[in-house]
């Protein structure tokens, strides 16, 4: 198996070092689409040039743009959101329903650029890929897999220098994470744009009755995956905790 492609902007780097940088980084970030001039950001990538800012704040900046955005927070499902993050930030799969949970809970309550940076400022992105080492491809490596089937999820998430990760909005990936087992790798049953089908999801919440503080419930949500955004925020304006979100057959 080939070894990942490893970019890093060096000061002796030139401006053709530069270019082949940012197209690495629109690639990795944006998913492999195609970026018309119109929407690439020029103030950021002239800042990279000068080197006022690194390669992350740069990744930073793109995360964040009206084109991410539109494309992956406000068209897909929140699952399918916080996993492409998972995939084009720190270069690997959610390798748990834990995981993926506190990802969806936090875009909610504190908004889509906490959840951007959250991934931009922890840990594992920093010794993954420092400040100037392009974010890649880290799913079929020992060290990004904690466990075994996080290589198969990988597989499942990123098929290959074709794929566009906005042509799917729904998550390939939650039925698995949720319930700690391998996918089958298979062509993709998720909706895609114009396709008329689209996949429910059950949510799980645990919280207290509205007339009854000191009594706890859980409560199930069945829901399609164009739903979920709004039925989580009505969730979470009740203060309820969300235990799972699993996939509904």
């Given at each position: 198996m080939a070894s990942p492609m490893i970019l890093e902007l060096w000061p002796t780097s030139g401006l053709e070092?530069?270019?082949?940088?940012?197209?690495?980084?629109?690639?990795?970030?944006?998913?492999?689409?195609?970026?018309?001039e119109s929407?690439?950001?020029?103030?950021?990538?002239?800042?990279?040039?000068?080197?006022?800012?690194?390669?992350?704040?740069?990744?930073?900046?793109?995360?964040?743009?009206?084109?991410?955005?539109?494309?992956?927070?406000?068209?897909?499902?929140?699952?399918?959101?916080?996993?492409?993050?998972?995939l084009?930030?720190?270069?690997?799969?959610?390798?748990?329903?834990?995981?993926?949970?506190?990802?969806?809970?936090?875009?909610?309550?504190?908004?889509?650029?906490?959840?951007?940076?959250?991934?931009?400022?922890?840990a594992e992105y920093q010794e993954a890929f420092g400040e100037?080492?392009?974010?890649?491809?880290?799913?079929?490596?020992?060290?990004?897999?904690a466990k075994?089937?996080?290589?198969?999820?990988?597989?499942v998430l990123d098929r290959g220098p074709a794929q566009v990760d906005s042509a799917v909005?729904?998550?390939?990936?939650?039925?698995?994470?949720?319930?700690?087992?391998?996918?089958?790798?298979k062509p993709s049953s998720a909706r895609v744009i114009g396709s008329g089908t689209e996949k429910r999801f059950k949510i799980l919440v645990r919280g207290s009755k509205f007339d009854s503080p000191r009594r706890i419930s859980t409560t199930e949500y069945l829901v399609p995956a164009s739903k979920m955004t709004p039925q989580i925020q009505r969730i979470n304006r009740t203060s309820g905790k969300i235990v799972s979100i699993t996939e509904v057959s």
């Open positions: 070092d530069i270019q082949t940088v940012i197209r690495a980084v629109y690639k990795q970030v944006l998913g492999n689409p195609h970026v018309m929407e690439r950001l020029v103030t950021a990538e002239s800042q990279l040039a000068d080197r006022s800012i690194s390669v992350r704040e740069f990744v930073r900046a793109v995360a964040k743009s009206d084109f991410y955005r539109s494309r992956y927070f406000e068209s897909c499902a929140p699952y399918r959101f916080v996993e492409l993050n998972f084009h930030l720190l270069g690997r799969a959610p390798q748990s329903q834990a995981e993926v949970s506190e990802h969806i809970v936090r875009c909610i309550s504190e908004g889509y650029e906490a959840e951007i940076d959250s991934y931009i400022d922890s100037n080492v392009v974010p890649y491809d880290r799913g079929k490596s020992s060290e990004a897999n075994q089937v996080g290589y198969n999820r990988m597989f909005q729904a998550s390939q990936l939650v039925f698995a994470v949720a319930t700690n087992s391998a996918n089958e790798i």
